[in-house]
């Protein structure tokens, strides 16, 4: 079992940026492949990056590659997003998920999710 709180949202004006956290609990944080999405109002929940298990790789969405880069610390069970050069169009409600297998965890598929936190870009 492993429960996900994330942190770190607020407001922010485009250009600016913030750093999303993770925390993780459970024994087992470091064998989870671990993911962000977010979900714009009105809209669908999205992917937005994903990390493997020992943090050398990570994969993006088109709509953040350059801008955003997900980290992550084992020894902390912490993963975290650091989203750069915000734009209003990245306002919404971002979740950490942790999942075992990568097309599964990319579709939205995770074994676990966190409950969320806001990000507000204004222009």
């Known amino acids: 079992q492993v429960q996900l709180a994330e942190s770190g949202g607020g407001s922010v004006q485009a250009g600016g940026s913030l750093r999303l956290s993770c925390a993780a609990s459970?024994?087992?944080?470091?064998?989870?492949?671990m993911a962000w999405f977010r979900q714009a109002p009105g809209k669908e929940r999205e992917f937005v990056a994903d990390?493997?298990?020992?943090?050398?790789?990570?994969h993006y969405s088109d709509s953040v590659q350059g801008r955003f880069t997900i980290t992550r610390d084992n020894a902390e069970n912490m993963v975290y997003l650091q989203m750069n050069s915000l734009k209003p169009e990245d306002t919404a409600d971002y979740y950490c998920?942790?999942?075992?297998?990568?097309?599964?965890?990319?579709?939205?598929?995770?074994?676990?999710w966190g409950q969320g936190t806001l990000v507000i870009v204004t222009s």
């Open positions: 990390i493997s298990r020992t943090g050398d790789s990570a």
């Open positions: 459970g024994h087992t944080f470091s064998s989870y492949l």
């Open positions: 998920a942790a999942g075992s297998f990568i097309p599964l965890l990319r579709a939205g598929r995770a074994n676990y």
